[in-house]
């Protein structure tokens, strides 16, 4: 036999779905990504050997605007 999930709980998957569905691709794509970097702006850093922070974090910045340049024109 086959369990019938809570319906409250069938409710809200159903209007988070259609509000997902309602949503326009870039606008939630956005908002993923400011999620993201909210939660990865709380973590940590350590500069790889060598190098030290400043150098290290104005590297990967020059390396994120290389990729994003890329994906734009492909």
Do not use: H, K, N
Request: glycine letters at 6%; a negative charge.
């Amino acid at each position: 036999m086959i369990d019938v999930p809570d319906p409250a709980m069938l409710a809200i998957v159903l209007v988070a779905f259609q509000a997902g569905a309602a949503c326009p691709a870039y606008y939630a794509r956005e908002r993923l990504r400011g999620f993201g970097r909210a939660i990865f702006d709380r973590l940590p850093y350590r500069p790889p050997p060598g190098l030290d922070e400043e150098q290290a974090l104005r590297e990967a910045a020059e390396d994120a605007d290389e990729t994003r340049v890329g994906s734009i024109e492909s």
